[in-house]
């Protein structure tokens, strides 16, 4: 059974009378342990694939499948709980909260585990060090150099043991050297066995995945492996 | 995990600590207002039933002799006045009549060592004291035995004790001199007073009648110092105030039959006194309520504005949440309970500024000073709940339903 599976998923938005088709009968699958990047330029509909993936939206018709649940079948509250047990986030803009340390920050999927599991901290702290954030636990997101912050994101992601990781541009707003140190954590991560999706308009991020697919104009115009 | 969200909205106060303190401002004040208020209330209705006590309470009745009417201005020679024949006919009306207290008013020149002391003196009977709630401070009150032997003897009221006297002088085994007569000094009352921070002065302050009366007995006066038989006035103690309609007319049939018909008599209540107040009552309640609901209204506005203000700054730590499965209530509890939070920071800050501020007034304001009743801090941090709660709910209903996917986006 594939982790994700997407059957001729199409999503349009109103913008006042006007409909936009953002994806047109898109299907894909995305098995365990894979490592694809979803690559396009903007407005191609990648970020909408992301959304989807990470339900966040909704499809306008099509099937989407994770672990052979569809989709359609969850309530919000659901929806949640997949968010919270199977998948992790890392956004281009690394999203801390400003207020909490890194610690704090890594902790906070734990607050929102409908069924906590146990050792949270110890479960942070190897997050943490897997990451190389081990010896700055009690810095404000402020005090922090972009890679550092993205590096604790990425510990954020991890707490609760995703299926998937979801990667919005990881690299976006970093440096190209840091940017390799982070897309280095991914790929470490993919060898661990975990599902890696990453989306990004830049080819050379996106050659660091196992496969690339290429989204134009809503609908996927190849799929190469490396 | 409930703790983890009340963490979170401690630092968003502590982070934003101008626009936090000028928020809790506005619920302090309001709150303050409003317990402010309802003491000054509750000073007011506590001041006047106090006075009310000390001047005989409700169930007391005064009948005072009046001009015969002018429908039966042939009779007015016949026409007796107040009499101990009412006395007696009162007495007997039982059970609804429990004391009958007759009195002579006499204006007196009262004199001792040189010293002076002009006032009323009150020929009566032991009665008077239960009726008018006197009590010695020294010595004794008047008893039956006094009556009976028509004894010359009297009882001070606090201020013909403080003329006639130096300060705290011993009343015992001392004369003063009633219109030029002798008499043996028996006991003193004591001061009275309305308001608990009020001073003794020389007029009698908050009750002058009740400090500067003096009492002799009944029947000395009628036999020593006047030549009048008749009684000023005759004070009645009834059983039961919500019979009180029902008795005065009762009474009122009495004396008509011993006053051979002719209404020259009037018999007066506290009862009207008490139905001004409670109109007066009513009035400063809803003044009272509204002055504080509208402080505590604005204070309700300072709190959702802070609100909405937090919530637009913090759209993305919004969509993070949900994005890491916060469900809609996980985010309406984050900010409903910040909202709480800081009323209940406001409304506790406004209870210690109010007890400050009651203990303060109590000293400088003696007339009416406000009372603070532990139901009224009650009342007033429960209002800044409510009102926190009330105040949260939009802001959070509005964080509750941002789409995460705009939230995220948001800068």
């Known amino acids: ?226 | 995990m409930f703790w983890c969200r009340i963490g979170s909205g401690i630092r968003e106060i502590r982070a934003h600590k101008l626009r936090s303190f000028l928020s809790l401002f506005c619920v302090m004040i309001g709150v303050c207002s409003l317990i402010l208020t309802l003491s000054f209330m509750e000073g007011l209705f506590e001041s006047y039933s106090v006075m009310m006590r000390e001047l005989g309470g409700l169930n007391k009745i005064t009948i005072f002799n009046d001009d015969v009417p002018e429908s039966q201005r042939f009779f007015r020679g016949i026409a007796p006045q107040c009499n101990l024949e009412d006395v007696h006919a009162l007495s007997s009306f039982k059970p609804e009549v429990i004391r009958v207290s007759p009195e002579i008013s006499l204006d007196t020149v009262i004199t001792r060592n040189g010293k002076v002391f002009r006032g009323k003196a009150l020929g009566c009977t032991p009665e008077i004291f239960e009726v008018e709630r006197v009590q010695e401070d020294k010595g004794r009150l008047l008893k039956s035995f006094d009556i009976e032997s028509s004894g010359n003897v009297i009882f001070l009221g606090a201020l013909a004790y403080r003329d006639l006297f130096s300060p705290r002088e011993s009343i015992e085994g001392s004369f003063v001199n009633v219109n030029g007569i002798p008499f043996e000094v028996v006991g003193k009352s004591k001061y009275y007073k309305v308001y608990p921070e009020e001073e003794e002065d020389p007029y009698g302050g908050s009750l002058p009648k009740k400090n500067k009366i003096v009492y002799i007995p009944l029947t000395t006066v009628r036999r020593k110092l006047t030549s009048k038989n008749d009684l000023t006035s005759i004070q009645i103690q009834i059983r039961d105030i919500t019979q009180i309609r029902e008795t005065v007319k009762a009474i009122e049939n009495i004396m008509k039959i011993t006053h051979k018909g002719i209404h020259n008599f009037n018999i007066e209540t506290l009862e009207e006194y008490v139905r001004q107040f409670e109109k007066i009552k009513k009035g400063f309640m809803i003044a009272g309520f509204s002055i504080g609901g509208i402080t505590l209204v604005i204070g309700g506005i300072g709190i959702m504005n802070l609100m909405l203000a937090s919530i637009t700054e913090r759209i993305r730590e919004i969509g993070v949440r949900k994005a890491l499965g916060a469900w809609d209530s996980d985010i309406f509890i984050q900010f409903i309970s910040e909202s709480i939070m800081l009323s209940v920071l406001g409304g506790g800050l406004g209870l210690i500024l109010s007890i400050y501020l009651i203990d303060l007034l109590k000293k400088i304001i003696v007339e009416y000073p406000p009372i603070l009743n532990y139901s009224t801090l009650v009342i007033g941090f429960s209002f800044s709940i409510i009102m926190g709660v009330l105040a949260g709910i939009y802001p959070a209903l509005k964080a509750t339903y941002l789409d995460p996917i705009e939230a995220l986006r948001y800068e």
């Open chain 1, 1 to 226: 059974m594939p982790l994700i599976e997407f059957k001729k998923v199409s999503k349009i938005y109103k913008m006042g009378s006007e409909r936009i088709k953002a994806l047109d009968e898109v299907s894909f699958l995305i098995e365990e342990g894979d490592s694809i990047a979803i690559r396009g330029s903007s407005g191609s509909g990648k970020s909408t694939i992301m959304h989807l993936l990470g339900f966040l939206d909704q499809p306008s018709s099509g099937s989407i499948q994770f672990e052979g649940t569809e989709f359609s079948s969850l309530n919000s509250r659901e929806r949640a709980v997949i968010r919270s047990e199977k998948i992790g986030f890392v956004f281009q803009s690394f999203n801390l909260l400003p207020r909490l340390s890194v610690l704090e920050n890594t902790l906070l999927p734990y607050v929102y585990q409908r069924h906590p599991e146990s050792k949270v901290l110890e479960r942070a702290h190897t997050a943490l060090n897997k990451v190389g954030m081990g010896n700055r636990l009690n810095h404000l997101p402020n005090q922090l150099s972009g890679g550092q912050k993205q590096r604790a994101a990425i510990a954020r992601a991890l707490l609760n043991n995703p299926k998937i990781i979801l990667a919005d541009e990881p690299t976006g707003n970093l440096d190209s050297k840091t940017a390799a140190m982070i897309l280095e954590i991914f790929e470490s991560l993919h060898h661990e066995g975990r599902t890696i999706v990453l989306v990004t308009h830049d080819p050379l991020v996106a050659g660091h995945c196992h496969r690339q697919m290429i989204v134009k104009d809503g609908k996927i115009e190849s799929m190469e492996l490396r």
